[in-house]
């Protein structure tokens, strides 16, 4: 018996979006539940390895996933990252401390990269242009569903439950999701000409460990400016430009650099690098804000980041239907104004405020990311053809990872070298893991008041230059937006 000679768009659509969830929500149930993850396992001053080990992987391996789609199909490469995704996922259940973890979020991150490009190239593959701009308001909305459950779910499970689940409720999910791409999904053979990037996968992997491990650990582990440091970076640097040299002469490049001289392509995927830093800057800290200074549980925490998914989707919705009428320019211009609002609201934030103030915060970014992504993968998809679609696409995911990276590295760093300074200032012999001590309200309970508001105040200020932070990308993102060419774009459909 033949099972399904045919495509079936809306049974795949479902699918798909179900394959994108279970990824979109890694990144808000485990921010939700980082709190409490780092006062069981300790570690404070490896809370940001949590999420640059995953960020890592997932950033270097989403271009090669974008090229063996290209070249074998995206459904056997699709299966091979979701597989190994939700292997890593069963594994950090399962750690005993924040090494461990890290160890295991590598392996996560390493079948990551497969998951949202493929995913949405999948998507750019079964419907027109003119179709895709409202899929892709579909689409983010899964962003807008994840970020809003994520948080009640990471919230719930590590108050009623235990943490290992936040990583273990993606496995179901994700199995179904690889049944109804496996069923319902049929693609075109593919007769091209295997030749993969082996050198670049190299150098990109190894230069950008390199510079990782110099944000996250330089003045920590040894001086920011020290010889080891200065070694590091001229490593690091040294090989990306190695990486980007050969890239430029590759016969079938991992990162296709001819798409960029479309200047939609270049200044969108430039904008997509630095969102995916503000992105993670809001994500990954917020709820330490809110637990640790506003000493809110970790369900409230949850809800701040909430209201920006709640934002994303709604601004996504509308940009699918503007996209066409106005142009790639206007709509993500409107996105860049509300990312610089929403960053401002987070410098003005104070323990005070509350997490109402916060949740607003949030809100105005999901509303500049929901309008700024949207737009600029239909735009990018449109652009180029089919037997490009995986590339183009992945290495607009690819910027937005490394710009994920990147800011878990940076802003690790800028809080990480902030706690410090203050404690040296005030002649306290405190360390960065005491922090650890603010993050449960348990934990809470048994420090004198004086050390918890000393922490605190430390904790406030040292956060306060994250959103500083954030609010300098979120204007380089704007200025970004003004260079990208006005007026409606003409876009290329194959379907």
Not at 110 to 120: E, F, K, R, S, Y
Not at 212 to 240: D, H, M, P, Y
Request: glycine share 10%; proline share 3%; net charge positive.
């Amino acid at each position: 018996m033949k099972l399904h000679k045919k495509t079936n768009r809306p049974l795949v659509l479902i699918s798909v979006m179900l394959a994108m969830f279970v990824g979109a929500v890694e990144a808000t149930i485990v921010s939700t539940a980082m709190p409490a993850i780092a006062g069981e396992l300790g570690g404070f001053s490896r809370y940001s390895w949590i999420f640059s080990a995953y960020l890592l992987m997932s950033t270097v391996t989403v271009l090669i996933y974008g090229k063996l789609a290209d070249l074998f199909g995206r459904k056997p490469i699709f299966f091979i990252g979701l597989s190994i995704f939700l292997f890593g996922s069963i594994l950090c259940g399962f750690a005993t401390s924040m090494e461990m973890l890290i160890v295991f979020r590598l392996i996560q991150g390493l079948g990551a990269g497969a998951v949202m490009p493929i995913a949405t190239t999948i998507v750019g593959d079964i419907y027109s242009t003119e179709e895709r701009a409202k899929i892709q308001g579909y689409l983010s909305s899964v962003w807008g569903i994840s970020a809003v459950s994520g948080p009640v779910i990471g919230g719930l499970i590590v108050q009623y439950w235990d943490w290992k689940y936040v990583f273990w409720v993606n496995v179901p999910l994700g199995l179904l999701a690889m049944v109804g791409i496996y069923f319902f999904l049929q693609e075109p053979a593919t007769e091209r000409k295997v030749a993969i990037d082996i050198k670049g996968a190299a150098l990109l992997t190894t230069s950008l460990s390199i510079i990782l491990f110099w944000l996250v650990e330089g003045g920590q582990a040894f001086g920011r400016f020290s010889t080891t440091s200065l070694l590091l970076i001229i490593l690091g640097s040294g090989l990306f430009t190695l990486f980007i040299w050969i890239e430029r002469k590759a016969v079938d490049p991992m990162m296709p650099f001819a798409i960029w001289k479309n200047p939609v392509i270049l200044y969108a995927n430039l904008v997509s690098l630095t969102t995916g830093v503000i992105l993670i800057g809001v994500s990954s800290y917020l709820p330490t804000y809110v637990t640790g200074v506003m000493e809110q549980s970790a369900m409230v925490a949850g809800f701040t980041l909430t209201a920006m998914s709640i934002g994303w989707p709604i601004a996504s919705s509308i940009a699918g239907h503007l996209l066409i009428r106005f142009g790639t320019f206007k709509v993500s211009f409107a996105g860049g104004i509300s990312l610089v609002i929403g960053s401002m609201m987070f410098v003005w934030m104070t323990g005070e405020s509350g997490p109402l103030w916060a949740a607003f915060s949030s809100f105005f970014v999901g509303i500049g990311m929901g309008l700024t992504s949207t737009s600029f993968i239909v735009t990018i998809q449109g652009a180029v053809s089919r037997e490009q679609r995986g590339s183009a696409t992945a290495a607009n995911m690819f910027m937005r990872n490394f710009g994920n990276t990147v800011g878990a590295a940076i802003f690790g760093a800028v809080l990480n070298g902030s706690l410090m300074s203050t404690f040296r200032a005030k002649n306290l012999d405190y360390e960065v893991n005491d922090i650890n001590l603010l993050l449960t309200e348990e934990s809470r309970s048994t420090v004198p008041h004086t050390k918890l508001t000393i922490l605190q105040q430390a904790l406030d200020g040292s956060l306060q230059w994250v959103y500083v932070a954030v609010l300098v990308f979120a204007v380089i993102s704007l200025l970004l937006i003004l260079r990208i060419p006005r007026g409606k774009v003409v876009l290329h459909d194959d379907n």
